[in-house]
């Protein structure tokens, strides 16, 4: 079972996600924050597998958090959404440790392959 947190400032995105998510059988969803800052706290309590964060929020955005997040908890994967995908996004967020970039339109096959692929390139020696 794939543990996954979803960080979005919009509650029906969060919402959204969870419905989308919860239909799969082999993913389960461990929390979920509306903020940078929550998070990071909600990952540090819930130590997910795969977090689903949102790039621009107010307050910290999606790199910085997933920054803190993959230094905090390494063995756990980020995928960045993005409802304004750019350049220079994309390669913050991989160079911040992001696993994934998927913009927020992507058809729903998409985000489900991009969290599994993350969960698949998690550390070696990671303990399931």
Do not use: F
């Not at 790039?55 to 997933?66: C, F, H, L, Y």
């Not at 409802?83 to 970039?101: F, I, T």
């Amino acid at each position: 079972m794939v543990r996954v947190l979803i960080v979005d400032d919009v509650l029906i995105l969060r919402i959204g996600l969870a419905s989308l998510l919860s239909l799969e059988p082999d993913l389960e969803i461990c929390g979920s924050a509306g903020s940078g800052e929550q998070g990071i706290e909600v990952a540090r309590e819930t130590c997910p597998d795969v977090v689903l964060m949102d790039i621009r929020m107010p307050g910290m955005d999606g790199v910085e958090a997933t920054r803190q997040i993959r230094h905090d908890l390494p063995a756990t994967q980020v995928v960045v959404l993005t409802g304004e995908p750019s350049l220079q996004g994309r390669q913050a967020a991989l160079e911040a440790g992001a696993a994934a970039y998927v913009v927020k339109d992507a058809a729903p096959a998409t985000v489900l392959e991009a969290v599994r692929s993350a969960w698949s390139a998690r550390p070696p020696g990671y303990a399931v």
